[in-house]
Structure formats: structure tokens, C-alpha cells
């Protein structure tokens, strides 16, 4: 099975790339890598704000982590022009805006794991790191990067 068959098959839609709300750029290809730069999560189009441990719950923080999953794969779409030739999503950063005393980063960071793994069954596999931070750029509660290898 293709990784659009199993996007249509879990209903999900690529959106396109979101515009750099900075200096930088959306993704970097060198060689077999691509870089993803950090997305934050949105909700109905706009930051999804709040923090975690506060203001949100570790089921709602996944669901925002999975959320920006789908943004990433919108733009690694726009960076590789075909995702079926992504031979593995290498690594995730997630960076988590928490509380001080909240310590579910990891859970909330497998609403991306996840959905990658749906999307890419063992190619999808990948090294992690989870980050509980202060704050996130306009709020957002959860901001990922990724890095792929593809052909």
C-alpha cells in the first residue's frame, strides 16, 4: 500500500506549505536528507495556543502533536514531490510549552510518532527527543521538526 493510500485511508488531507512566519526557509535538502524546519501546532487555522499541564491535557497535546504530524507531511510532500520515495523518517524534535511540574512530554509527542508510523509502517520508525519548554513562538503548544532520508 502506497503512503497516499494509507493518507486516504485515515482521511487525512495534505495541506500545503505553510509560509515561514521568520527568517528561514520550510525545509532544506542535502544530499539524501531533507530537514523539516519546527512547525507549531494549529487548530481551525490558527496557533493552537495554550500550555500543557495548565491549560491543556496530555490527550489534548497529542492530539495538537499529531495535528503538526500532518502539516510535516505536507511539506516533506512539498520537498520530495512524492512520499512514497522516503525510505525513513530519521528523527522528530518536539518541543512541548509545559508547566513546570508537567512531565508527559513523550505522550504527548506519540500523536506524531504515531501517525508517522500509520503513514510509513517501519519506515516510519525513528529517533526521538521530547522537550518540555517555557513557551512556544505565538503560544502554540507543540512545535515539531523532522528529518528524513529519501532516494
Same mark, same amino acid.
Given at each position: !500500500?502506497s503512503?497516499?493510500? &494509507?493518507?486516504?485511508?485515515?482521511n =487525512?488531507?495534505?495541506?500545503?506549505? %505553510?509560509?515561514?512566519?521568520? %527568517?528561514?526557509?520550510?525545509?532544506?535538502?542535502?544530499?539524501?536528507?531533507?530537514?523539516? *524546519?519546527?512547525?507549531?501546532?494549529? #487548530?481551525d487555522?490558527?496557533?493552537?495556543?495554550?500550555q500543557?499541564?495548565?491549560?491543556?491535557?496530555?490527550?489534548?497535546?497529542?492530539?495538537? %502533536?499529531?495535528?503538526?504530524?500532518?502539516?510535516? +507531511?505536507g511539506? +516533506?510532500?512539498? %520537498?520530495?514531490g512524492?512520499?512514497?520515495?522516503?525510505? &525513513? =523518517?530519521? #528523527?522528530? !524534535?518536539?518541543?512541548?510549552?509545559?508547566?513546570p511540574?508537567?512531565?508527559e512530554?513523550?505522550?504527548?509527542?506519540?500523536?506524531? *510518532?504515531?501517525?508517522?508510523?500509520?503513514?510509513?509502517?517501519e &519506515?516510519?520508525?525513528? $529517533?526521538?527527543?521530547?522537550?518540555?519548554? $517555557?513557551? =512556544?513562538p505565538?503560544?502554540?503548544?507543540v512545535? =515539531?521538526? +523532522?528529518i528524513a532520508?529519501?532516494?
Amino acid at each position: !500500500m502506497s503512503v497516499y493510500d &494509507r493518507l486516504k485511508a485515515l482521511n =487525512i488531507e495534505l495541506p500545503p506549505v %505553510a509560509t515561514p512566519a521568520a %527568517a528561514y526557509v520550510p525545509f532544506v535538502r542535502t544530499g539524501n536528507l531533507v530537514f523539516l *524546519s519546527g512547525h507549531i501546532a494549529k #487548530k481551525d487555522g490558527k496557533p493552537w495556543v495554550g500550555q500543557l499541564g495548565k491549560d491543556l491535557g496530555t490527550e489534548e497535546g497529542k492530539a495538537a %502533536a499529531r495535528a503538526v504530524a500532518v502539516d510535516l +507531511l505536507g511539506t +516533506l510532500h512539498a %520537498a520530495v514531490g512524492d512520499l512514497d520515495k522516503v525510505r &525513513r =523518517i530519521v #528523527k522528530v !524534535m518536539s518541543l512541548v510549552n509545559s508547566a513546570p511540574t508537567f512531565t508527559e512530554q513523550h505522550l504527548v509527542t506519540n500523536g506524531a *510518532s504515531e501517525l508517522l508510523g500509520e503513514v510509513f509502517g517501519e &519506515r516510519g520508525a525513528h $529517533a526521538r527527543s521530547a522537550f518540555g519548554v $517555557a513557551q =512556544i513562538p505565538l503560544g502554540a503548544c507543540v512545535e =515539531i521538526e +523532522l528529518i528524513a532520508e529519501v532516494e
